[in-house]
Structure formats: structure tokens, C-alpha cells
């Protein structure tokens, strides 16, 4: 009676696979139990060649810019749809939400274990609200959208789909053609900047479209991050003043 009762064994399991994935361990072993100091069994001449483990199909192959979708309306569909990579992930996908032309476009990494129909709910999305209200704007002002639709096992963006999210991420970016960008959290920097934030933030950062357009780009911590670390809420209050100055130019 002693363990505690109100252990969260989702989260558990998707910590304890996280470690493990940086750890290394990428194969499945047996369930038949080996005797590893026995010379036969790790002797290298003796090792049958291993037999890679192919991806699921959405993540097979980098994916061609030429496959995405070039009318925002379609990309939009597309994107929650079955060719998407992240298709094949578990849970509800959820798009982005907000005017289709917007002056200011946030992205976040993905959904919160509790979103439901819109991304950042709960005590995140209520601290994301007030760090809006702050510079004037509101929801219905920007387009939140996130790098993945769907929630990873692990709440991590996989590293190895960062590649092919970011491409579509991007691409999402080059369609809406936002004023202003505000990215939250690393692997939204990432899939913008192909940095992290400790890096990114402080800075007022340019994305170049096609036709000789721009998005300036701010970096700051997301909102969970901001919950967990108090501390660190004057560092995103620069970061929002530095927003609105690219909001002025």
C-alpha cells in the first residue's frame, strides 16, 4: 500500500521511453534470455549482420517540397490528413486555428496531453492568453499552429522526423507569410532556425520568401517552461517587446 496510487503511468512509460531513445537503444531484443558471457554469443566473427528496422512509410523518405501542397487551404487539409508524417501517431490531430493572412503567427512544438480540439489549453494556454494580452493581441488575432498535429508517445518531437517536420513546418510558414513570427519552446526554434532557444532568443531573425517577401522571427520559452521556471517569465517579457518591434517595422 505503500506505492503511490496517484502515479501518472502514461507519463512514466513516455519518460522511461525517451531515456531510452537517448540513450541509444534503437532495436528490440528477444524475449528468450541470453547468456552474454559465453564466447559464442558476442564473439564478432560469430554475430549474424543485423537487419535494420524500416520506418513506417510516412518516414521512409525525406519528403520532396514538390509533394506539399502549394494553396494554403489545401496544405491545411493535407496536413491532418493521411499523407501527413505524423498520420500515423495516436490521438487527435489537431490543425492550426486563426485568420488564414495573419500579421503575427505563433508555432509551439506540439499538443498538450490535455488539449482538445485547440492547441495550448489548460493552465499553459491560460499563461499563453496573458502573454498575448500583454502586447494587445488575442487569439483570434494570430495563427497558433504547432510542428506536429499530433502528440508524440514521448511529448518530444521524434528526432528522426525533426527533418521532414521542419520542411512542412517551413513550408506552412512560406503559405501564411505572417508579419511576425513567434516560435516557443526548442523544437519549434529548431524547426524554423535549426537552433535552440538559449541561442535564438534576443535576437530579431529573418525568414526569406520566395518573391522577396519576410517574416521576422522571435524565439522565446514556451509556456510550460515559463510554469515550471518562474525565472525565466522577464526573459520571455524581453522577447515580447522585441516581438512587437518587429510587429513596428
Known amino acids: 500500500m505503500g ?25 528490440v531484443v528477444g524475449d528468450a534470455p541470453v547468456n552474454w558471457l559465453e564466447a559464442k ?10 537487419e535494420p528496422v524500416a520506418d513506417p512509410a510516412p518516414s521512409a523518405a525525406p519528403l520532396p517540397a514538390t509533394a506539399l501542397p502549394g494553396v494554403l487551404a489545401e496544405f491545411v487539409s493535407w496536413r491532418i490528413g493521411r499523407e501527413a508524417p505524423d498520420a500515423v501517431w495516436a490521438g487527435e ?7 488564414e493572412s495573419p500579421e503575427l503567427m505563433v508555432l509551439v512544438d506540439c499538443p498538450e496531453r490535455d488539449d482538445r480540439g485547440q492547441l495550448l489549453g489548460g493552465e499553459v494556454g491560460r499563461l499563453f492568453d496573458n502573454m498575448l494580452r500583454s502586447i494587445g493581441r488575442t487569439r483570434a488575432d494570430v495563427l497558433l499552429a504547432s510542428v506536429c498535429v499530433r502528440r ?3 511529448g518530444r518531437v521524434p528526432r528522426d522526423l525533426e527533418q521532414r517536420l521542419g520542411e512542412v513546418t ?15 519552446g ?8 535549426a537552433t535552440n532557444v538559449a541561442q535564438a ?17 522571435v524565439a522565446s520559452h514556451h509556456p510550460r517552461v515559463l510554469l515550471d521556471r518562474p ?16 510587429l513596428a517595422k
Open 3 to 27: 506505492a503511490d496510487q496517484n502515479l501518472d503511468w502514461g507519463a512514466a512509460a513516455a519518460s522511461a521511453l525517451d531515456w531510452w531513445r537517448d540513450a541509444g537503444v534503437d532495436v
Open 41 to 50: 554469443n558476442f564473439a564478432g566473427d560469430q554475430l549474424a549482420p543485423h
Open 93 to 99: 490531430a489537431i490543425g492550426w486555428a486563426g485568420p
Open 152 to 154: 508524440p508517445t514521448t
Open 170 to 184: 517551413r513550408h506552412h510558414l512560406s503559405l501564411a507569410a505572417p508579419k511576425a513570427l513567434l516560435v516557443l
Open 186 to 193: 526548442d523544437a519549434a526554434t529548431r524547426a524554423v532556425l
Open 201 to 217: 532568443r534576443e535576437r530579431l531573425h529573418v525568414f526569406n520568401h520566395t518573391g522577396g517577401t519576410s517574416t521576422h522571427v
Open 231 to 246: 525565472a525565466c517569465k522577464s526573459e520571455a517579457w524581453k522577447d515580447l517587446i522585441l516581438l512587437n518591434e518587429g
